[in-house]
């Protein structure tokens, strides 16, 4: 059975020149990089090079990149470390109904600590109102969080409007770009952004890895004290190996964006053309042009998404259902709920998330077994039954 692979929005293979750039320092190169010794030479470089592989991806300069063990740890340090560091301004943090769990959830602690949360509404393309933002700001208003673009829909945010606003109105901003990062061009120089998170495995790089871009004289108080790592803003010797992988998968990232976005967004059209061609009663959903290349998250009604995904991993296709976070709970997607789908609809969603290895056969073959199985499904319900007469 052929394996074909379309969720990289959850997780992406390891590239094969990251792997070995990876190898040296995990055996030959063990130095401790704070070590001023010979042993910690090659090592501090290799973290130093890969460190400015990362800031060419994102247009920053060395000193503004963290490096950290996640996207997750990004998140809770770029949240977390500005609440601390401007609590005596105020109180009040403003998010949006679709962040990352990662985002969400450490808002949600933080609200048991005392702080005061807005969760703004998105349309039914998933876009957020920029007017609503603008009204949500009070002087408490220390921070800012709106991703990038979303890992489920793939909807990119207007984070320059966003950041334009926020610096207008000297709040904070931060923006979860773990998404976007690799898949489109993200230029912090043209932004107003102070805070930027993104992670390694979601752009081809090892898991355990991230970045936190902080913008030259933003203040955040340390999530891990330790030593005199990473600038004193996260203590912890290096994950050396991770941090060269991280470094190498941006390189290449950059080098093959171009060439990526064309290759994605022609598999895309591809799918989705033949989806609506085949399938009746679907529906797409997200912003139809801003979004990102590589997804597509679409509702089959009367199907339930859950068994549609096991009908499609018994033929070898992995895809998911709302994120992967969710997965095996019955909660149907918060993102997809907010942008107005029933529940029905919601756990009748399936995405699709491709990335550079997928090939027009791949998408040929998902065409090809879709309409069968969608239709067996559709053939147990009720509903569809009554909907079709
Ligand atoms: C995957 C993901 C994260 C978490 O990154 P990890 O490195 O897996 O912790 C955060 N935000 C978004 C939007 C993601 O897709």
Redesign the pocket.
């Given at each position: 059975m052929n394996k074909i692979y379309f969720d990289h929005?959850?997780?992406t293979p390891i590239l094969n020149d990251v792997f070995e750039a990876m190898v040296p320092y995990l055996k030959d190169q063990w130095g401790n990089p704070s070590s001023i010794h010979w042993a910690g030479r090659g090592t501090k470089k290799a973290v130093e090079d890969a460190r400015e592989q990362v800031c060419k991806l994102l247009n920053c300069a060395p000193l503004e990149l963290i490096f950290t063990s996640?996207?997750?740890?990004g998140?809770n340090h770029a949240i977390k470390g500005i609440a601390y560091a401007k609590k005596d301004k105020g109180n009040h943090i403003i998010t949006t109904k679709v962040?990352?769990p990662?985002?969400l959830n450490t808002c949600k602690y933080l609200q048991k600590e005392g702080f005061e949360v807005t969760y703004l509404d998105v349309d039914s393309d998933g876009m957020i109102d920029i007017d609503a933002l603008k009204g949500a700001i009070t002087p408490k208003t220390i921070l800012i969080t709106v991703?990038y673009?979303?890992?489920e829909t793939g909807v990119i945010f207007p984070v320059k409007e966003i950041g334009d606003i926020a610096r207008e109105r000297g709040v904070t901003f931060h923006t979860?770009a773990?998404?976007a990062a690799g898949k489109v061009p993200i230029d912090t120089q043209k932004l107003n952004i102070d805070l930027l998170?993104i992670?390694?495995?979601?752009l081809y790089g090892p898991?355990?890895?991230?970045a936190l871009y902080a913008k030259r004289g933003v203040r955040l108080v340390p999530l891990i004290h330790g030593g005199h790592h990473e600038r004193n803003r996260r203590g912890g010797t290096e994950n050396v190996a991770g941090i060269v992988g991280m470094g190498k998968a941006a390189e290449i990232a950059l080098k093959d964006m171009d060439k990526e976005i064309e290759h994605l967004k022609t598999l895309r059209d591809r799918l989705e053309k033949g989806m609506a061609g085949r399938i009746p009663h679907i529906k797409l959903n997200g912003h139809a042009d801003r979004r990102l290349p590589n997804t597509s998250n679409i509702s089959f009604e009367f199907v339930e998404g859950e068994s549609l995904l096991l009908n499609l991993d018994m033929k070898g296709v992995a895809a998911s259902s709302g994120?992967a976070c969710t997965s095996g709970s019955l909660e149907p997607s918060h993102v997809l709920v907010s942008m107005g789908l029933s529940h029905e609809l919601s756990h009748g969603s399936v995405r699709f998330s491709l990335g550079k290895s997928n090939t027009a056969e791949e998408i040929d073959f998902l065409l090809e077994i879709m309409p069968a199985i969608v239709e067996r499904m559709r053939s147990m319900s009720p509903l569809y039954a009554g909907a079709k007469s």
């Open positions: 929005n959850a997780t996640s996207g997750t740890e998140d962040e990352h990662a985002v991703m673009a979303n890992n979860d773990v998404q998170t992670s390694g495995h979601k898991k355990g890895m991230g994120s």
